[in-house]
Structure formats: structure tokens, C-alpha cells
């Protein structure tokens, strides 16, 4: 099992930074691919970014493309999330998740559906 925990939410201005984590505690977590997912109120969760469980090869969504950037470091158990040139239409909880599966070693699903452990969110909100 992944134990997922997001942090570095918070309130900034349209053009500003911000820098989430995911801090993942459990065996599988080096092998796994992590995917940061985020629900707008009253909306669909959204894919925004995933990234392999190498660390090599990760693959964003075109809303967020040249904004943002995500990175882990399997030595510390943790994900990254650097967002950049913040819109207000970022604004949403911010889930970090983890997809385990043998499938996972051949790909890096934009599928919410395919990630099996979920954070607890971390609220991102930018104003105009």
C-alpha cells in the first residue's frame, strides 16, 4: 500500500508560484507513478500531470503545459508539483495519487481510474 499526503497549498495572486508535495509512506511507492489530479468546485476531476516511477518520463496536461513541472525524488518518498504563472482558473483541490500496477511499468495513465491510493488534497487558490 501508498499513504499519500499533499502539502504546500495556499492562497496567491494570478502570475505567482506555488510548490506542492506529496509525501508517500510504503514499499511500493518507489515502483509506483505518481499523478496529480485536481476538482474545481462544482466540476469533474481533471488530470494535470503524472510522472513514471523512474522519474524519467512524465506527461502534463495542454492546460498546464510550460507552467507547470513535476518531479519526485524516490530517495525522499516525496513528489513535487512547481506551478507556475498561476491562473485563476488553477484554482481546485490538488490530489496526488499513485498507480502501482505491473501497467504502470508500460505506461503513465492520465485516468484517474487507474491510480489506487489517493491524498487527502491540498487546496490551491489564485486570485485575479
Known amino acids: 500500500q501508498v499513504q499519500l499526503v499533499e502539502s504546500g497549498g495556499g492562497l496567491v495572486q494570478a502570475g505567482g508560484s506555488l510548490r506542492l508535495s506529496c509525501a508517500a509512506s510504503g514499499r511500493t511507492f518507489s515502483s509506483s507513478n505518481i499523478g496529480w489530479f485536481r476538482q474545481a468546485p462544482g466540476m469533474e476531476r481533471e488530470f494535470v500531470t503524472a510522472?513514471?516511477?523512474?522519474?524519467?518520463?512524465?506527461r502534463y496536461a495542454d492546460s498546464v503545459k510550460g507552467r507547470f513541472t513535476m518531479s519526485r525524488d524516490n530517495a525522499k518518498n516525496t513528489v513535487f508539483l512547481q506551478m507556475n504563472v498561476l491562473k485563476p482558473e488553477d484554482t481546485a483541490v490538488y490530489y496526488c495519487a499513485a498507480d502501482p500496477s505491473s501497467a504502470s511499468q508500460i505506461r503513465i495513465s492520465n485516468s484517474g481510474n487507474d491510480y489506487d491510493y489517493w491524498g487527502q488534497g491540498t487546496q490551491v487558490t489564485v486570485s485575479s
Open positions: 510522472i513514471a516511477y523512474t522519474g524519467r518520463i512524465s
